[in-house]
């Protein structure tokens, strides 16, 4: 697979799809639809050469390309896929045909799909073309391994989520829409503030550099070999703005208001590419710069960091009990799983962040289930309210064990996806800040409480009324993801062996070793006795 661009055309794919949409004609709905799923196929197909390429045990970067794009600044074209974003790619690939398929009537105004409240007579190029061009900017961010071409994409993706979101939601979605490009551009420009003060320091005389780069092996490299050494206040203040606009995006308690309003005003299948996709960019930016470029600064904000996860870790687990919309309490349990992903990245073990990165895949496919076969449920009923409904198990038997295997996958049931990441973040953190990792488990009982208990007043008891059970299409959206959380639940041992050398490779670049046990050991003596 020598010579050939696979990272350029994982990214461009979609966007020659996106293109494709737009030379379709205005009447050609249909067409639109299934030229964007075969553009999504085939970028999932790209993805997948990729991952069989892909050695876990050879270099950390792999399928570079570098170019020069802006020399005059110091920036190149480069692209590389290590095994974190290489899973991170994966799940974004084989999300969005998913997405596209369980959104096949959200631009449609007379099709019975979409919730009470949704605005139709859209253009479906338009709903369609927006999916595939945020799935590039994704796809860039994960594979850029320059900073300011990352920083260009993970600002860019915002203006295509931001009309999904406002034009494609609810009445209410225009105002949600605001709300999310308002916090995030704002996280965004502190983050530029960062990026440039970056700049000027790999710019400076006593650095190794003839002159400033956004290269981000580059700038790690010098870091950790000593030989671009920051100032503590410098290092802190650019940690700070690079960690702020990736707490915006994940989102982190308190910066997370943003996001139950989007995700209940959008359609369902925008909210998951949101929550399970978009999102994802900011934990995984934590991951990969935030402490390979400012180790010391991480060291020295880690509490406060963790602080505010395990914060978010059990409000957004109490405020999820007491909604009484469905698709909000399925936002709050989103917020309560990045502090999870937030705690595993900062706890700074091997354990940890080898779940965090899990965790991110997983909190992904149970996120886009539950959300989407929830969606179904609100299309055919016509209300989010939980009280409106009762019973719905005795006529559509499909969508409520569907349901109930969605939840206990977001509720962390072992055998099940979700609880392999989970475990590893919590004992890996253990190591390190058992407290945190002992209010932290608190969760796994309050996620039990609001699920069974959604799950009991949705689906349990007299039905109200018949509400029809899943059809084709909607299965074919539903099945991948549930056989998804039953294979990495039960054998998780591939994605491990991806994501464990570049998490290794970050720890070790940073000096950070895993703390040694503290449990005494009691050894053979001679003779056969014991001490």
Avoid at 499 to 508: E, H
Wanted: glycine letters at 10%.
């Amino acid at each position: 697979m020598d010579g050939f661009a696979w990272l350029s055309a994982l990214w461009l794919a979609p966007v020659v799809g996106a293109g494709a949409v737009a030379c379709v004609p205005a009447s050609g709905r249909a067409a639109a639809r299934w030229v964007a799923l075969a553009a999504s196929i085939v970028t999932l197909a790209v993805a997948v050469v990729v991952a069989v390429g892909f050695d876990p045990g050879g270099e950390r970067f792999q399928f570079v390309e570098s170019r020069s794009w802006i020399p005059a600044f110091g920036t190149r074209y480069e692209l590389g896929v290590d095994g974190v974003a290489l899973v991170l790619v994966l799940l974004t690939t084989v999300l969005v045909p998913v997405l596209l398929l369980a959104g096949w009537r959200d631009a449609d105004s007379d099709s019975g799909q979409r919730p009470a409240g949704t605005r139709g007579n859209r253009p479906v190029h338009a709903y369609v073309s927006l999916v595939l061009i945020v799935e590039a900017m994704v796809l860039m961010s994960f594979l850029s391994l320059d900073i300011l071409l990352f920083y260009v994409f993970f600002e860019a993706m915002l203006i295509p989520m931001y009309f999904l979101i406002g034009s494609f939601g609810d009445r209410r979605g225009p105002r949600a829409a605001v709300k999310f490009l308002l916090y995030n551009l704002f996280g965004g420009l502190i983050m530029l503030a960062a990026v440039i003060g970056l700049y000027a320091v790999t710019a400076g005389d006593a650095g190794p550099f003839e002159s400033g780069t956004f290269d981000f092996r580059a700038i790690a490299g010098a870091v950790s070999s000593g030989d671009l050494v920051l100032d503590a206040p410098v290092a802190n203040a650019l940690f700070l703005g690079f960690m702020f606009a990736f707490a915006v995006k994940a989102p982190l308690w308190p910066l997370h208001t943003w996001l139950p309003d989007a995700a209940v005003h959008s359609t369902p299948a925008t909210a998951v590419l949101m929550m399970a996709v978009v999102d994802k960019v900011g934990t995984f930016g934590m991951l990969r710069y935030c402490i390979e470029l400012f180790p010391d600064a991480t060291r020295t904000f880690a509490p406060l960091i963790i602080t505010l996860a395990v914060v978010g870790i059990v409000y957004g687990a109490l405020v999820a009990i007491g909604q009484t919309d469905i698709m909000r309490l399925i936002a709050y349990t989103s917020i309560s799983h990045f502090g999870f992903i937030v705690l595993g990245i900062f706890a700074l073990t091997s354990q940890s962040q080898g779940g965090s990165a899990l965790y991110m895949v997983n909190h992904g496919l149970s996120t886009a289930a539950l959300m989407l076969i929830a969606g179904f449920l609100v299309a055919r009923k016509g209300s989010r309210v939980i009280a409106d409904y009762g019973g719905v198990q005795s006529t559509a038997p499909v969508l409520a064990g569907t349901f109930l295997v969605a939840g206990l996958a977001t509720l962390s049931l072992p055998g099940l996806a979700p609880f392999v990441s989970e475990f590893l973040v919590l004992i890996g953190t253990f190591t390190r800040y058992p407290a945190a990792a002992v209010v932290a488990t608190t969760a796994l009982v309050l996620s039990a409480v609001y699920v069974l208990w959604l799950y009991q007043r949705v689906m349990t008891g007299p039905a109200r009324e018949g509400v029809r059970d899943l059809g084709r299409r909607e299965i074919a959206v539903v099945a991948p993801l549930i056989a998804l959380l039953l294979f990495l639940g039960l054998y998780p041992k591939p994605a491990l062996d991806t994501i464990t050398p570049a998490v290794d490779a970050t720890l070790t670049a940073v000096h950070q070793e895993d703390p040694a046990p503290t449990v005494p050991v009691i050894e053979a003596e001679q003779g056969g006795g014991h001490r």
